[in-house]
């Protein structure tokens, strides 16, 4: 619009006014269409890429942005669940959350918990990426180890938490006998209810269960790598280890990310597994921050603590993703 | 494509309709509960009343009990309780309920003509649900809740294997108990077996030998404040544990049991005594008919004050007071503490009457509970509470205990502290 | 020749390393699902007692009574029809928003998209109650929509970030010259994204299925109507206050974890598939 605005002002200045007045007037209007055209057309477009996430927003904001204000405000109230929710009578401020902060067992529980991360991070993935690249090549019964290896994640908490109690149980113990047939019988323990090794053994069942979810994901990563660079750098006379460095690993970053994250918001928040094996004993050796908040939300009927021990859970781990995040993509500048 | 996305469509359309709530014309009450053992025994229940009176009681059952008080509680945050429901936790969440106005008033039609309803039912089950005048909660005193079985807690003992090492009869003091448990180790036996993973079960033990070694108005003063919890003689009762441990008198395993394993050794033969609920003739004879088995308080320790067992109402029902059809549901209660029907139940669940006319042919090792029933005593009669977090504290210190991370002396102090930070909390409200 | 042999054994070594060591992870995998099959076919009285996996006397009818005392059969099809619709609702949605934030312009659009990605970083354990009252005042408690978008919710924000991430690879060399074609925004979604995000759309599906199929504790707060109710309530029922049914209990399980491992093996299919008609040019 512009540069045919311009043109024709250059004209007038230079004084050579081939066209009549009414001929440059149309011209400028139907620019000034076409500049509105453009504008109603991308406001449109627009318009319409909303349209493609309008759903997801829409159920997004009525199932959790509402309900998370709602626990906002809660935190900083006092009620016990059950009275007549009054928001001035009950509203405390942010002492629940200077409780919280003194709070040793909270702390603890978060601590537990990232222990049994931490764990996951390292060698869960790491086996479920062993398995996926042994199930990538074209093995015999590759097929049949893919489904295999998916059961665990399958199989309900209730029946996870029944055998393993059975497996780890101090006199009847499967573990145990073994350990006893091979000759190691001092190393037999109580298993779940040693403080020692209580939390080790609920981790490596969380583990167990777990690492199925890795193993899928990274496979379906590992099936987008398109072969012909796996055959390129084969013929360039690459060993397994310097394609996976060259290939697999760049490509994979992305999903590698994306596992760790989810490793590590789906870890934090286990707790069926606990209530069910050892309810967050002996003691407190196994509690983790959401068993605490149901034991403050239902056993001591301190809804507005609950609140806020679930809205500091929730900084922590979108601190903990940030920082991921941050790191993975520093990771990829390097 | 298309064909999918039509099959979608048309799933869609038909979740989206009407949800199959047929208008009665019959005049009916609902009752929400929480005991998946009795749904056949209730669902009875329900058609033998349809019978005799015409009025349909629907029973839904949400189970487990964690689950179930969540939804009550979401329920009456939105006014829509049923018509029964029950309250499941402590007396101060009871008091809350009662104070909001969900609760509706049973005093008037327990003492109506001269108390017939009331004299039918055991003073101890009535306890539970009653406030007393002056109590701590604040709530206007009376009757608010009915229970429609009573049980208590003592210890068992497995007859075989006692006999197994020479032992005739159960022990009755503590010193007793230690010497039995040597013999049981000798053999190989376990001792008690409980569910302490469950801390109320621990909090339990712990109050009966509590009782037993101070009193009641001693262990009700330092609820109140008034004894501190670092008294030598809350030392001695810890220390019980402690010699538990040393003596090597607990099944392996025990701090993190619940209750329904503890059940499942005991009943198996795998450990001599158990410390559980009357409910547990039920359980046993399912696991193993053949079980020889008696119920006995727990030995004592001291013989200054009587040992006390926990008792009193099992499953107690409340009535809404927003409900429609309040007269029906109290018609209904009224129906289902009458004889028969408790007669009924008893029966069926291998449980304990509310009634005080309907213990028949109930097996030897129930009527040992029943007779019982004059030494119980129940957190929710006391007309005092702790704070849950000196709850927390006390039972999973024990739980230190026994696992040897904690000295008893330690654990005092300890429970101590936290008692008088949440002290200083309530003066500062 | 001798080159050749090496290699030939030391691919053999490699092979059989690896082929122990799936061996050894899948006994693991494979030991509690045998013994929860095992375990529904004892009798109450000898479940913890009798040690071995498979009893002498097997007692195929847990299975019948399992189904009819659980009162499986409306519950089964009330656990199909959230799962069907709820993971065909997230693929749809998931999909469509996952596309926008990854290929189209639009303000606000960074934003939402870290709202969305907040949400699967700050769990709500115990935004029961708020639900609740929400959906009341919605008038959405007891029916099947309230509890389906409910359940479309709770796998939203991982899908969407799964599907972003894929779609992200997805060349735009592609894309443009379809657009030059004259493919509208919605015909590459459809024709080129889906295909293409075929492995990560597999473990959506199976993802969601598995949360919809599992769920319980949402289930038992929305639903007030028994025969709304999924497949997880009836398996409640066998387990009491007092006594859990234990071989019955198990039977149940069994039955519910069957359809479950069907779909996985349909879908698992798709994630081998990948990219095999050959669209991507080196």
Redesign the interface.
């Known amino acids: 619009m512009t540069k045919s605005a311009e043109a024709i002002f250059m004209r007038l200045l230079r004084g050579v006014y081939t066209e009549p007045f009414a001929a440059a007037q149309d011209k400028l209007r139907e620019c000034a269409r076409n500049d509105v055209k453009n504008l109603v057309m991308k406001t449109k477009t627009i318009l319409q890429n909303y349209l493609f996430v309008l759903p997801a927003v829409l159920i997004f904001s009525i199932f959790y942005i509402y309900p998370f204000y709602k626990v906002f405000t809660l935190s900083l109230c006092q009620w016990d669940g059950i009275a007549r929710f009054d928001f001035a009578k009950n509203f405390i401020g942010l002492r629940n959350f200077i409780e919280l902060f003194q709070d040793k067992i909270w702390w603890s529980a978060m601590l537990q918990a990232g222990y049994i991360t931490l764990i996951a991070l390292t060698f869960q993935n790491a086996l479920a990426l062993m398995l996926a690249l042994a199930c990538d090549r074209d093995i015999k019964g590759g097929n049949i180890y893919r489904v295999i290896f998916y059961l665990p994640p399958v199989l309900s908490e209730v029946v996870v938490g029944l055998v393993w109690k059975w497996i780890y149980d101090g006199n009847y113990g499967l573990l145990n006998y073994w350990l006893a047939s091979i000759g190691l019988s001092n190393l037999v323990t109580d298993w779940l209810s040693n403080p020692n090794t209580a939390l080790t053994c609920v981790t490596i069942i969380h583990c167990w269960k777990g690492f199925g979810w890795g193993f899928i994901i990274f496979l379906a990563g590992l099936q987008t790598i398109p072969r012909q660079l796996y055959e390129a750098a084969k013929v360039d006379g690459a060993s397994s280890w310097q394609m996976f460095k060259s290939v697999t690993l760049p490509l994979m970053a992305p999903v590698f990310m994306l596992v760790s994250i989810l490793t590590v918001l789906g870890t934090m928040q286990v707790f069926v597994l606990i209530l069910s094996m050892t309810g967050g004993g002996p003691g407190y050796h196994t509690e983790v921050p959401v068993t605490r908040i149901l034991a403050s939300m239902v056993r001591s009927s301190r809804f507005g603590y609950a609140c806020s021990q679930g809205i500091m859970f929730g900084a922590v781990l979108l601190a903990v993703s940030f920082v991921q995040i941050r790191l993975s993509k520093y990771m990829k500048q390097a | 494509m298309l064909s999918l996305f039509i099959i979608f469509l048309s799933v869609f359309l038909v979740s989206c309709g009407p949800n199959a709530q047929n208008k009665e014309q019959v005049k009916s009450i609902k009752v929400w509960h929480w005991m998946s053992d009795r749904e056949n025994a209730f669902l009875e229940l329900a058609k033998r009343y349809e019978k005799e009176t015409g009025v349909r009681v629907n029973f839904e059952l949400y189970a487990p009990s964690d689950t179930y008080t969540q939804k009550v509680r979401a329920a009456a945050q939105t006014n829509t309780l049923p018509d029964i429901f029950g309250i499941l936790g402590e007396k101060r969440d009871f008091a809350s309920f009662v104070k909001s106005g969900y609760v509706y008033d049973l005093t008037e039609e327990i003492n109506k003509d001269q108390g017939s309803w009331k004299n039918k039912l055991f003073a101890k089950a009535l306890g539970v649900n009653e406030f007393e005048q002056g109590n701590s909660f604040e709530v206007k005193p009376g009757i608010y809740g009915i229970s429609i079985d009573v049980t208590n807690i003592q210890m068992l003992y497995n007859k075989d294997l006692l006999q197994a090492v020479g032992v005739d009869n159960p022990p009755k003091t503590w010193r007793e108990l230690v010497e039995v448990n040597k013999k049981l180790k000798a053999k190989g036996i376990q001792g008690l077996v409980s569910g302490w993973g469950e801390t109320w079960m621990i909090d339990c033990f712990a109050s009966n030998y509590a009782f037993n070694i101070m009193g009641k108005d001693k262990v009700l003063d330092t609820i109140r404040g008034k004894v501190s919890y670092a008294d030598p003689e809350w030392v001695e009762v810890f220390d019980l544990f402690r010699e538990m441990r040393d003596e090597g008198m607990l099944a392996s395993g025990v701090v993190t049991m619940v209750n329904k394993t503890a059940e499942q050794l005991f009943a198996n033969n795998r450990a001599a005594f158990a410390f559980n609920g009357s409910w547990c003739v039920n359980v046993y004879k399912g696991m193993n008919p053949d079980l020889n088995y008696g119920a006995m308080l727990p030995p004592k320790v001291s013989d200054r004050y009587p040992m006390t067992i926990w008792g009193g109402a099992g499953s107690s029902f409340m009535v809404n007071t927003k409900s429609k059809e309040t007269q029906l549901a109290v018609d209904f209660l009224k129906w289902m503490t009458d004889t028969p029907q408790q007669v009924f139940l008893s029966k069926e669940t291998q449980g304990l009457p509310s009634n005080k006319d309907s213990l028949r042919d109930i097996p030897m090792v129930l009527s040992q509970f029943a007779s019982a029933m004059d030494n119980t005593t129940h957190p929710n009669v006391w007309g005092v509470s702790e704070s849950p977090l000196v709850i927390e504290t006390f039972d999973k210190g024990i739980q230190s205990i026994i696992i040897g991370e904690k000295t008893p002396e330690q654990l005092a102090r300890e429970v101590q502290k936290v008692k008088e930070r949440e002290m200083a909390k309530k003066t500062v409200n | 020749m001798k080159e050749g042999m090496k290699y030939k054994i030391e691919r053999f070594l490699k092979?059989s390393v690896?082929?122990i060591?799936?061996i050894i992870?899948?006994i693991?995998?494979?030991?509690?699902?045998l013994?929860?099959v095992g375990s529904s076919l004892k009798t109450?009285?000898t479940i913890?007692?009798d040690?071995s996996i498979f009893p002498k006397n097997p007692m195929w009818g847990n299975f019948y009574l399992a189904w009819t005392k659980g009162g499986f059969g409306i519950y089964f099809l009330n656990s199909m029809?959230y799962t069907?619709?709820v993971v065909?609702g997230i693929v749809i949605?998931?999909s469509?928003?996952a596309?926008?934030?990854s290929r189209?312009?639009?303000?606000g659009k960074n934003i939402?998209f870290y709202?969305?990605?907040?949400?699967?970083?700050?769990?709500?354990?115990?935004?029961?109650?708020?639900?609740?009252?929400?959906m009341?005042?919605?008038h959405l408690?007891?029916?099947?929509?309230g509890y389906?978008?409910?359940m479309?919710?709770v796998g939203?924000?991982?899908s969407?970030?799964?599907l972003k991430?894929?779609f992200?690879?997805m060349p735009v060399e592609l894309e443009d010259a379809a657009r030059i074609d004259g493919c509208s925004?919605l015909g590459i979604?459809w024709n080129m994204a889906l295909p293409l995000a075929k492995?990560?759309i597999?473990?959506i599906v199976?993802?969601n299925s598995?949360n919809v199929w599992?769920e319980?504790?949402l289930a038992?707060?929305i639903f007030?109507?028994?025969?709304?109710m999924p497949l997880q309530r009836g398996?409640?029922?066998?387990?009491?206050?007092?006594?859990?049914e234990y071989s019955l209990?198990?039977a149940g399980?069994t039955i519910?974890?069957l359809p479950?491992?069907l779909v996985?093996?349909i879908m698992?299919k798709h994630?081998?598939?990948?990219?095999t008609t050959g669209v991507?040019v080196?």
């Open positions: 092979d690896i082929h060591l799936l992870v899948s693991g995998c494979l030991f509690p699902l013994w929860m109450q009285q913890f007692s040690m029809l069907v619709t065909f949605i998931a469509l928003a596309f926008a934030f189209l312009k639009f303000p939402l709202m969305l990605l907040a949400a699967m970083m700050i769990p709500l354990p115990g935004s029961f109650v708020p639900l609740y009252v929400l009341t005042r919605l408690i007891n029916t099947r929509i389906i978008l409910c479309i919710n939203l924000s991982f969407i970030y799964l991430t894929f992200d690879k925004r979604w492995p990560a597999a473990v199976i993802f598995l599992n319980y504790i038992t707060l007030s109507s028994k025969n709304l398996l409640m029922i066998f387990q009491g206050i007092h006594i859990t209990l198990m399980m519910t974890t479950i491992i996985y093996l698992q994630i081998i598939k990948g990219i991507i080196g």
